[in-house]
């Protein structure tokens, strides 16, 4: 059963902070992850996509991919309340399909 | 450009009819998906088209559910004689082509919100 584990949170962080949330996969073989930013009542928002091992950068966020440890984060800087959502991290299967994980939900505190 | 565009947007009815979900991809789009997401929960994949044909229909629940896609567009997902466990959003997401070297990022929908009374 390939799987996207994710802290179901909530994580709290104050306004300007760093929040780090993270996400690990089971199946080897995917080559593609994206992060999405869900809004209560919404669907989700595609923020990044990261493909090759290392940081990359956009804006306030930055995604990392260790695929050696079946790892990926996103860090957000300069947190703000608009901030406050569910982030769900998505992986590519084989077949090209994504699996997300059940998201952690993040609130930022003014 | 229009986005994913899903139709009806909410939808109520009741325990044993019929429904039909509609989702009408972002131009070009060749790949189109189908989830599922239940209040407070996680995205529950459903099925996958590439084209008209669907390589993994891994995620139907039951027979009940089918879903079809002609002229490489529009899909509609079909529910038989829903019942209570089926309410939840059904979401609708298209990429552009699928290929081995790059699977593509999927853009959703604001998906239909069906609850079974």
């Known amino acids: 059963q390939k799987e996207v584990e994710q802290n179901s949170g909530p994580l709290s962080v104050p306004e300007g902070a760093i929040a780090s949330l993270n996400c690990t996969y089971s199946?080897?073989?995917?080559?593609?992850f994206f992060w999405y930013r869900q809004y209560s009542g919404k669907s989700p928002e595609l923020i990044m996509s990261i493909y090759s091992n290392g940081d990359k950068e956009d804006g306030r966020f930055t995604a990392q991919l260790n695929k050696a440890s079946q790892y990926v984060s996103l860090l957000i800087r300069d947190s703000q309340p608009s901030d406050s959502a569910t982030y769900l991290c998505a992986v590519t299967t084989r077949q090209g399909n994504l699996i997300f994980g059940k998201g952690t939900k993040l609130s930022v505190k003014p | 450009g229009a986005g994913v565009s899903q139709s009806p947007s909410n939808k109520v009815t009741e325990k044993g009819k019929d429904v039909e979900l509609r989702c009408d991809p972002i131009?070009?789009?060749?790949?189109l998906y189908w989830y599922r997401q239940s209040l407070g929960q996680g995205l529950e994949f459903l099925i996958y088209f590439q084209g008209n044909s669907a390589p993994d229909k891994s995620g139907l629940p039951s027979d009940r559910f089918s879903a079809e896609r002609t002229g490489g567009s529009v899909s509609t997902l079909t529910i038989q004689r829903t019942q209570q466990e089926d309410s939840a959003v059904y979401l609708c997401a298209s990429s552009l082509e699928v290929t081995r070297g790059r699977p593509q990022p999927q853009h959703f929908g604001d998906g239909t919100r069906l609850s079974i009374l």
């Open positions: 199946d080897r073989v995917s080559q593609s």
């Open positions: 131009s070009g789009h060749t790949a």
